[in-house]
């Protein structure tokens, strides 16, 4: 099994072949089994207060629309009007009464149902047309996607429960969004990932984030050291790091 090869999964030690972040085909496939398949975080509950308030979340080349209904319940919708495909929502956020297509003013409820198409409702079956839904759940506020056409084979609490005990005392559901910060990173997404995984770099790049918590050299990163809390779950490694003394 080579590095080069790029059939095979991975060498232990090193990192994936080269074609896996490379290869636009590859690439697509990860689009598919990974994003359009497993749950995202999309963002957090405080932006949606009120009913009708609703924002995008956009990924390859997806976009997809968060809404609060009057019920109080959260509805996601791939942005994409039933009649010719517009996206019916052009704003990153704001609230409505209810999604209205400005191209030929299509307009469906916050529960996605076509409710006016002007000229042709009664042409046309409109229980058919209804917008498409994705899969949305609210853990401890912080809202998740799933892209998946079929109902996804575990919900977010079950896949995060192990992370409850060290999750639940940060009250996250009373959090709200200060600011937000977005970094366009010019790599394939696993280059990304494989660089948040190891923190052997933060020492050299992140001096106030060692002097902050306890990682870097001396201390044995991701080990359960110096009050290091560490969770491994399937499909879940969660980390509580204590702040250095005098620390804020
Ligand atoms: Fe949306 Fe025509 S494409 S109303």
Redo the contacts with the bound molecule.
């Keep these: 099994m080579k590095a080069s090869d790029p059939s095979s999964p991975r060498i232990p030690g090193h990192t994936l072949a080269r074609e896996y972040y490379v290869s636009p085909e590859i690439f697509e496939r990860d689009v598919e089994k990974v994003f359009f398949r497993h749950w995202l975080y999309a963002g957090h509950e405080s932006q949606l207060p009120n009913p009708g308030d609703f924002f995008t979340y956009e990924i390859a080349g997806e976009s997809i629309v968060i809404v609060r209904r009057p019920e109080g319940d959260l509805r996601a919708f791939f942005n994409l009007?039933r009649?010719?495909?517009?996206r019916?929502v052009q704003q990153p956020c704001g609230s409505v009464r209810a999604l209205q297509?400005r191209?030929?003013?299509?307009t469906y409820g916050l529960d996605g149902a076509l409710k006016v198409a002007p000229g042709m409702l009664d042409m046309i079956g409109k229980e058919e047309l209804g917008l498409i839904p994705a899969w949305v759940e609210v853990w401890h506020g912080m809202i998740y996607l799933n892209l998946s056409p079929a109902r996804p084979a575990v919900r977010v609490g079950e896949m995060l429960q192990a992370a409850e005990p060290a999750v639940k005392p940060f009250r996250f559901e009373n959090a709200k969004v200060a600011r937000t910060i977005t970094y366009e990173v010019k790599s394939n997404w696993k280059l990304f990932m494989e660089n948040y995984r190891e923190c052997y770099h933060c020492l050299s790049n992140h001096p106030e984030f060692c002097a902050t918590v306890p990682v870097g050299r001396g201390v044995a990163l991701h080990q359960n050291t110096a009050n290091i809390r560490i969770i491994h779950a399937p499909n879940l490694t969660f980390s509580n790091y204590p702040l250095r003394p005098g620390a804020r």
Aim: net charge positive.
């Design positions: 009007c009649h010719r495909g517009a019916f297509c191209y030929h003013n299509w």
